[in-house]
């Protein structure tokens, strides 16, 4: 199959998969979308680098293109590069009460509450929880320390902890 033909299966069978991967990384539908279709113009230029290893491979690969992209957007955008100031976070939380919280809430309560975090919190928990990488592979992947990756992580989970209780007060 060559690759515009793969590329048309794709969108029209992962495509909504793919829009919802970049949406997680960026806040606004419409620069989402503007994101999910460089990938798909960036994966028709680096098509000869696409290696078929079988079904699921060519959605692997469209979905590792479409964070890349959000993460040069998001690097463009508001520079990631700066050090992380460590400050103390108001709300300490384990990672229990943060289950517990997250079980109780609707999926869409609980992407949008995502989807508010700041950037910088929003692009770790994606990637850490999401995408599966390290606190050393999302550092190296930002420009940041592997400790800033994991303030991060922490200030983002503390974060949806203090949404998730104003939540269940309402």
Not at 113 to 134: A, C, H, K, Q, W
Request: aromatic letters at 10%; proline letters at 2%; charged letters at 25%.
């Amino acid at each position: 199959m060559d690759g515009i033909t793969a590329l048309e299966q794709a969108y029209t069978q992962d495509g909504a998969y793919l829009l919802s991967v970049c949406r997680r990384y960026v806040r606004d539908l419409a620069t989402a979308q503007d994101m999910f279709q460089d990938g798909f113009v960036s994966a028709y230029l680096n098509w000869s680098k696409f290696q078929d290893r079988g079904p699921g491979s060519l959605r692997a690969w469209l979905k590792r293109i479409m964070v890349n992209t959000c993460l040069m957007y998001l690097r463009k955008k508001d520079p990631m590069h700066a050090a992380d100031e460590i400050g103390t976070v108001s709300l300490q939380l384990s990672d229990d009460g943060l289950a517990d919280g997250i079980g109780r809430i609707k999926d869409e309560d609980l992407y949008n509450m995502i989807l508010s975090l700041p950037d910088n919190e929003r692009t770790v928990i994606n990637m850490f929880v999401f995408e599966g990488f390290s606190h050393r592979e999302i550092a190296a992947a930002l420009g940041i320390r592997e400790s800033a990756s994991a303030m991060r992580f922490f200030r983002a989970k503390a974060h949806l902890a203090q949404m998730i209780k104003d939540y269940e007060r309402e």
